[in-house]
């Protein structure tokens, strides 16, 4: 059996602190919102499950289609030893990816959940014994202290994760894994791309079992924070804002209401109608994704996209200096946040 290591960098209350503020946070602001990362547990988990297999719902299979047919590019692109997954969760897709790379060495999962870690990596140390897997329970958006592995590594976000963060976060995010990245390493970021709005809301207006997916986040507030949401209070809705190329979850007030979160000391009113943000789902374009990685240094090296532009999979390299970064896109330091 191959070696396997699980290393917490969170504290072990951390899930909890972090809820806590999450909550007293986006509850507390107009317009109300919460991180769409309170979806997930093990309910909301079998949930989205379920929504991958939804008809309308294009970018699991998309991607894993992609995944199918470029992960042999994409080891020839990169020669990687080490695969670092951020947010892996079960790792399915990344077995396509390990099965394409000859040389691996390492697998690195980083997720927030250690069970889905130990789960995961426990299958694949059965099932490749040549493979060193070193699991990491940590947020991949805060820095991360990896641990050593041969290069050249890549370090992979997929399932179109990266549309989750609003523009700032994603700023944020592409800053420190530059910040990961040395010479020779790569960024393989899986995206949702533009397309018709017909297309968009139907990928996320199921009521059946997106609309109870988006409805999970009140159960856990409920479970964890002994809050008395109504579920059938809220009504789910998708909306396409073409502006900002996202589409955004909510859950609507159905009536005039207050729900009490005793956890916190808190008395949340909410109008007839007034929405609670859940997620965002940001759509690109090629030319916007690589304007954005490349004001934090990075470089579009490669492009695979699935037929019918519907998903793709982009390979960012390092540039080799803020310098280099601004004089290949001539821009200021302004688009360095």
Same mark, same amino acid.
């Given at each position: #059996?191959?070696?396997?290591t699980?290393?917490?960098? %969170?504290?072990?209350?951390?899930?909890?602190? !972090?809820?806590?503020?999450?909550? @007293?946070?986006?509850?507390?602001a107009?317009?109300? *919102?919460?991180?769409?990362?309170?979806?997930?547990?093990?309910?909301?988990?079998?949930?989205?499950?379920?929504?991958?297999?939804? $008809?309308?719902?294009?970018?699991? @299979?998309?991607?894993?289609?992609?995944?199918?047919?470029? =992960?042999?590019?994409?080891?020839?692109?990169?020669g990687?030893r080490?695969?670092?997954?951020?947010?892996?969760?079960?790792?399915?897709?990344?077995?396509? &990816?390990?099965?394409?790379?000859?040389?691996?060495?390492?697998?690195?999962?980083?997720?927030? +959940?250690?069970?889905? %870690?130990?789960?995961?990596?426990?299958?694949?140390?059965r099932? @490749?014994?040549?493979?060193?897997?070193?699991?990491?329970?940590?947020?991949?958006?805060?820095? &991360?202290?990896?641990?050593?592995?041969?290069?050249?590594?890549?370090?992979?976000?997929?399932? *179109?994760?990266?549309?989750? &963060? #609003? $523009?700032?976060?994603?700023?944020?995010?592409?800053?420190?894994?530059?910040?990961?990245?040395?010479?020779?390493?790569?960024?393989?970021?899986?995206?949702?791309?533009?397309?018709?709005?017909?297309?968009?809301?139907? =990928?996320?207006?199921?009521?059946?079992?997106?609309?109870?997916?988006?409805?999970?986040? /009140?159960?856990?507030?409920? @479970?964890?924070?002994?809050?008395?949401?109504?579920?059938?209070?809220?009504?789910?809705?998708?909306?396409?804002?073409?502006?900002? !190329?996202?589409?955004?979850?909510?859950?609507? +007030?159905? &009536?005039?209401?207050?729900?009490?979160? $005793?956890?916190?000391?808190?008395?949340?009113?909410?109008?007839?109608?007034?929405?609670?943000?859940?997620?965002?789902?940001?759509?690109?374009?090629?030319?916007?994704?690589?304007?954005?990685?490349?004001? !934090?240094?990075?470089?579009?090296?490669?492009?695979?996209?699935?037929?019918?532009?519907?998903?793709?999979?982009?390979l =960012?390299? $390092?540039?080799? *200096?803020?310098?280099d970064? /601004?004089?290949?896109?001539?821009? *200021?330091?302004?688009c360095?946040?």
């Amino acid at each position: #059996m191959s070696p396997f290591t699980v290393t917490r960098l %969170l504290p072990s209350d951390d899930t909890t602190a !972090a809820l806590h503020a999450d909550v @007293r946070r986006g509850l507390g602001a107009t317009p109300k *919102s919460l991180p769409p990362k309170w979806f997930y547990d093990a309910r909301g988990s079998l949930l989205f499950e379920q929504i991958t297999e939804l $008809p309308t719902y294009y970018a699991t @299979r998309a991607e894993r289609d992609l995944l199918s047919t470029r =992960a042999g590019d994409i080891a020839e692109a990169t020669g990687a030893r080490t695969l670092i997954e951020l947010g892996s969760g079960s790792s399915s897709k990344t077995r396509l &990816l390990l099965d394409a790379l000859p040389h691996l060495h390492t697998y690195i999962p980083v997720d927030v +959940s250690e069970s889905a %870690l130990r789960d995961a990596g426990t299958v694949l140390a059965r099932e @490749r014994p040549a493979l060193t897997v070193q699991a990491l329970i940590a947020d991949f958006t805060n820095r &991360l202290t990896l641990p050593p592995a041969p290069g050249p590594r890549i370090v992979a976000l997929l399932g *179109s994760t990266i549309g989750n &963060l #609003m $523009p700032v976060q994603r700023a944020a995010f592409y800053a420190l894994v530059r910040e990961l990245l040395e010479p020779g390493d790569t960024l393989l970021l899986g995206v949702d791309l533009v397309k018709s709005e017909d297309v968009l809301v139907a =990928a996320y207006a199921d009521q059946a079992v997106t609309g109870q997916f988006n409805a999970n986040v /009140l159960r856990v507030l409920n @479970r964890e924070l002994n809050a008395d949401f109504d579920l059938d209070a809220f009504e789910h809705v998708a909306l396409w804002d073409a502006r900002r !190329a996202w589409i955004e979850m909510r859950l609507r +007030s159905r &009536l005039a209401q207050t729900v009490k979160i $005793p956890a916190l000391d808190m008395a949340v009113s909410f109008a007839e109608g007034e929405d609670l943000l859940t997620e965002i789902s940001a759509k690109f374009t090629v030319p916007g994704l690589a304007s954005e990685l490349r004001c !934090a240094g990075l470089d579009l090296a490669r492009w695979f996209c699935a037929p019918a532009q519907l998903v793709g999979l982009a390979l =960012a390299t $390092p540039v080799r *200096s803020l310098h280099d970064c /601004l004089h290949a896109t001539g821009r *200021s330091t302004a688009c360095i946040r």
